[in-house]
């Protein structure tokens, strides 16, 4: 059976007030959305991605004044980069309140909170009397969804409701911030870049959460966003003999490969720009993926801007 899908915002509001599961559109990637409050409704979540209830899920909401009554106090620092970068792709840890479920943090007494940029989904948190708990509505460990159709693939039945909102504008999933000792540490990069950052901090931020460290953001462990056949990163040219002998999917950034063992290629960007880069990259792979190659062979982006986020993401689908 299919879960329905549509831009009904009063039946994602029926489905998530029963305490069912709503997919959900953001700038970034679609989030699999219940109850911030009702750990029920949560549990829902790790069962349906199959996620390891160690690895916490990120809390969206409408405003600061709702934030408030769940997460915080907002240090002055956080506060300001919350009012220049949101509503949009910036992740925040905050003191959990009471009314976070430990169930959400995986015991942490932090909690991840953004006010998410698409339309949709803020009316519909608007009009919610709760935030909403949601990770990328993908099963543990595989490509994220920036299409409602990459939802539905994957979770057709599990679903109360796919609210569909287009194609994610950005592609790739949020930054996550987290002040230490004064200072803003990366934990994971994403849309809201380092050098967008470094504007309003007045220094660069570290990254300190780096792939296969002990994971601070779980969603750090390393084979992450792995597709269902190898993706091999490097020079493409040499990848290409390399692999001849096999059916290859390329995925390109800006120019085109010719090789006889090339079955489907993929370029992120004919014009070179990391931003169409970012919201392509979860696409391509999922196109790659079933499209009867054996092997992937991608080449990095340019690591500037939101060019760092998709790499990052490459490098763990390669792992
Ligand atoms: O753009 C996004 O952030 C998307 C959309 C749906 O908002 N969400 C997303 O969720 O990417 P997810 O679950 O795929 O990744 C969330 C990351 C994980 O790496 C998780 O470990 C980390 O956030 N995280 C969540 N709560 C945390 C906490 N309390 N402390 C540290 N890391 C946390
Ligand atoms: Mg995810």
Redesign the pocket.
Known sequence: MKAGTGADIQHAIRVLKAGGLVAIP?E????LAANAFDPEAVIKIFEAKKRPFF????V?AASLEQISTFAGPISPVLRQLADTFWPG?L?I?LPRKEAIHPLV?AD?P???V?I?AHPLTLQLLQQLPFPLA???ANLFGTISPTTAEHVQQQFGEALGYILDGGQAAVGV??T?IKEENGKINI??P?GITQEQLAAVLGYVPERTVKVQDQP?????LKSHYAPKIPLVMGDISDLLEKHHDKRIAVLGFSRKYAHDAIIVQYQLSASGDVHEAAKNVFSALHTLEDSGAEIILGEWVPSEGIGVAINDRLERASA
């Open positions: 953001t970034t990637v679609y989030g690895n916490p899920l990120i969206h792709p992740t840890l943090t942490s932090m909690v991840a953004r998410p949601a990770p990328s999933e949020s996550i934990l994971r994403g601070e953001a779980p969603g750090m």
